[in-house]
């Protein structure tokens, strides 16, 4: 961990909230708590992870990029 106020340590949870903001909540609508859980779950685990390409890892997505180590 850097110094207090250090962005870099965010750098990467801000991004995925940016993205998720963007590419999910944004363009959605729920009509129950479970079904946004649900619909978040899909995107977190099946989407995000596996299906979306990344361009910190050459446009691989984070599943190709473990399985590739």
Known sequence: MS???CSYDNLPME???GTFK???INKSHFSSDEE???ATMDYVY???NHVRP???NNYMT???KRMQA
Request: aromatic content about 24%; charged content about 15%; proline content about 5%.
């Open 62 to 64: 984070p599943f190709e």
């Open 46 to 48: 099946v989407y995000y």
């Open 54 to 56: 990344h361009s910190s």
């Open 36 to 38: 946004l859980n649900n």
């Open 3 to 5: 110094k207090v106020g």
């Open 15 to 17: 991004s995925f909230c």
């Open 22 to 24: 963007a590419e999910f």
